[in-house]
Structure formats: C-alpha cells, structure tokens
C-alpha cells in the first residue's frame, strides 16, 4: 500500500485540518469533526446537513457552502458519524428555519441520525428527514435494509440547497430533496478494489480479468462477479438495470451523472457517457444536464456508477441555480 498519509489513525483530522486552510469559505471544527459553511447559521434559512464515513470525497464536506449544505460530518473511514457530532452540526446550522437532514440509507447512518434528529428535537430544533435510496443493484445488503443510497446524493444535496438558499420553508425543501431522491436511479460497477489506510490491503479481490456489477459504495457485493468486457457492453448491463426499473421515454429530459470511484481516468468516464448518452437517445430521451467527475468515491477504487435523474421544470432551475462549494461551483 502507498498513501500519502501520516499515520492511518490521523488520516480524517489531517484531511479537515487541508480543508480548512485550502477553503477559507469553510469553517472546520476539527475537534468535532465537522465542517461548515463560514457564515453558518445563515438567518431565516433552512439549514441542510449530510454526513456519512470518510473515503467517499468530496462527499460530503466537499458539497458545503453557498447553495448547497451548511455542514456535513465526516466519520472515521467508511464509518458513520456518531448522534453527538450530527446534534453539534445541527444546532450549529439551525438558524430557526428548521434543518434537513440528508441520510444515505446505510444502517449506522440511518440509526445516528435518528437519534440526533431526537436529540434536536428535545432541545427545541426542527428537523426533517430526508432517506437517499437510490441503488438499483440489490437490496437488503451488508450495510442496509433496502436500497443504498450512492451517486442520487449529491444530487439531492444540490437541489435541496437551491431551494433552501432561496427561501423555501422546511417541509418544501425536505419535498425536493425526497422528489428528487425518488426520481433517480444508480448502479455501480468495480474493476477494482479500494484500500482503507487502516487495513494496507483491498477490501476485496478481484482477478486480473474480473469486474463486479453493482458494487457498493464501500465495496459491498453487487449482482455478479464477471470477465471484462468492452464499456458499451457494461453500460448497457448497467443502463437495462437502471431503466428495467425507472423508465426513460421519448420526450423525458435526463441529468446524466457518471462518477468515478476514485482511481477512474476521466477519459474512461468520458467513454461511459457517451454510451449512456446513446441508450437514453436510443429511447428518445434527452441528455438536458451532465456531470462527469469524482464526486462519490471508494478512496482508491477504479470503477464508475451511473446515475439517472428524471428532470422537470423545478428540478431543472434548483439544478442551474448558482452554487460555490470545493466540489461544485456555477454561477456564483
């Protein structure tokens, strides 16, 4: 294993303590673990947090700013937050408009929010819930009851933000956030594995030749265990999985978010859109908006997933509207 790291038990609160002198639009408590935005809490705003284990950058931390999250809280690698730092983040942001609470659908998550969003709850704050569920591959797996929740995140981050930042009231910005969770499907694949810093070895093995189909965003198992084969081949497998479930018909309007897992060139992401492209084409479907990058990662994983996001008219202007986070940054 080659990392540059300092020593594994270090490797979060060196990460925030980079975060905090690369991006003066944050504030990192690094003590708690958490970042915020640097003018939290923002008056007569809704405030928006997510959080999850660290490994997956730039989710969530990159995702905090103008437009986007007030705060987000990083656990140890590929664990979840404890209750006490979620409760920190969410007085920290609470401004009186309430707080959302974006909860990827994995066991320890889901359980510390719960008991965090009580907490909040007893000490006087609003706070809704909001579950992102949005992998086709299986259900029931490892680390959830139901479908994980992966590359619909930071979709659901960004448009749930946009409304937040403009005004919207809590229940409306918990019903974005959840409409737009509802209209996106994922499904990863791995040709890979990651490797925690902590263990100093792949998480799983995988032959010379071997990919899996459907993999987690921690590297749980996904549908099958297959040779390579070209990417318009595993697109396709991963598009029919996708649209088996979620149909995209003529005339529908698409947000089409091929992300890298870590250890992908771009110009192989770029080689998975355009097949992508081509399916949802093939089906009269438009490609209206595109991201391509890492953006939820496996630390180190080569592999991609795909995400599908139906768009409408609402979903469309909160995507566009200005945002400036490390990760994403448009009009503003």
Request: hydrophobic residues 45%; contains cysteine; proline residues 5%.
């Amino acid at each position: 294993m080659k990392k540059l790291i300092n020593a594994p038990e270090d490797v979060v609160t060196d990460a925030l303590r980079g975060m905090a002198a690369a991006h003066p639009s944050l504030r990192v408590d690094v003590a708690n673990q958490i970042v915020y935005r640097a003018d939290a809490p923002v008056a007569n705003k809704v405030g928006l947090i997510s959080g999850g284990g660290s490994g997956h950058e730039p989710l969530h931390g990159g995702f905090v700013g103008y437009g986007m999250l007030d705060a987000a809280c990083p656990g140890a690698v590929f664990t979840s937050p404890v209750p006490d730092q979620m409760l920190e983040a969410t007085k920290g942001v609470d401004a009186g408009a309430g707080v959302v609470h974006i909860v990827k659908n994995y066991t320890g998550d889901v359980m510390n929010f719960q008991l965090a969003a009580e907490m909040a709850g007893d000490e006087g704050s609003k706070v809704e819930s909001v579950l992102v569920n949005d992998d086709v591959a299986v259900e029931d797996s490892l680390y959830t009851a139901g479908r994980r929740g992966t590359g619909a995140t930071p979709i659901v981050e960004k448009v749930a933000g946009a409304l937040a930042e403009s005004g919207g009231d809590l229940a409306s910005v918990a019903a974005v956030a959840r409409k737009a969770n509802e209209r996106s499907r994922s499904f990863g694949i791995a040709l890979t594995s990651g490797t925690t810093p902590a263990a100093g070895t792949p998480t799983f093995d995988l032959g010379d030749d071997e990919i899996e189909l459907g993999i987690g965003i921690h590297g749980e198992p996904g549908r099958v265990r297959r040779k390579i084969g070209p990417a318009s081949e595993l697109v396709e497998i991963a598009a029919a999985a996708i649209l088996d479930d979620y149909p995209f018909a003529a005339g529908d309007e698409a947000l089409v978010f091929v992300n890298g897992m870590g250890g992908t060139p771009l110009i192989e992401l770029y080689v998975v859109f355009a097949e992508i492209a081509k399916i949802l084409e093939g089906r009269g479907a438009r490609v209206a908006r595109s991201l391509v990058g890492d953006y939820v990662t496996s630390l180190d994983m080569a592999g991609c997933s795909i995400t599908l996001t139906k768009l409408d008219d609402e979903l469309t202007k909160l995507w566009d509207a200005p945002v400036n986070t490390p990760a994403l940054r448009w009009g503003a």
